[in-house]
């Protein structure tokens, strides 16, 4: 029993480790500067939800109760958020439920494009999800989407044992 939940714990802090890198990797300038994504609260969910998105994909295939302690990890993380910004206790659930609505979402419609590797479908993902339907330019989505698209193969390509241990790479070379 007490293995069990030794290994329990160990599998939140990897996921807990994993979901920090992902918040990271989403708040690495180039996205808002170059980028084109709004330095917003709702543009840095929106890349959070993408880089986690992308993590949580490639967990599910070899490891799924991690990718559930990715997803624990992210949604303790907007609760505690969002009682620092100041929402209330009765509003905390509420917000919280729309944001894994949210992210649900963008997690099937990712999925979808990026099983067939689809760049305009992810691209158009992209712009609804990203910019609200309003990009700043083809060019600059499709860029993050090619962006994305280096990133799964990326994450493909890490080894479980690295994963498992809570540590990712959410690089990936030129687009």
């Known amino acids: 029993m007490l293995a069990r939940r030794a290994s329990r714990q160990q599998g939140e802090e990897a996921g807990r480790l994993l979901y920090l890198q992902a918040v990271a990797a989403a708040r690495k300038p180039h996205f808002y500067r170059a980028g084109g994504v709004p330095d917003t609260l709702d543009g840095r969910f929106d890349m959070i939800c993408l880089m986690a998105a992308l993590l949580v994909r490639r967990l599910r295939r070899t490891a799924p109760a991690l990718a559930q302690s990715v997803f624990d990890a992210m949604f303790r993380d907007m609760d505690a958020s969002l009682r620092e910004l100041g929402v209330g206790d009765l509003g905390v659930p509420r917000r919280v439920g729309a944001m894994w609505q949210a992210f649900n979402g963008r997690c099937h419609a990712y999925e979808a494009a990026l099983q067939v590797e689809d760049r305009q479908l992810l691209s158009d993902c992209l712009a609804r999800n990203i910019w609200r339907g309003s990009p700043p330019d083809e060019a600059t989505v499709g860029r ?32």
Request: cysteine-free; proline content about 3%.
């Open 144 to 175: 993050l989407a090619r962006e994305a698209i280096a990133l799964d193969r990326a994450l493909a390509q890490q080894s479980d044992a690295e994963l498992i241990a809570g540590r990712v790479l959410l690089e990936a070379g030129p687009a």
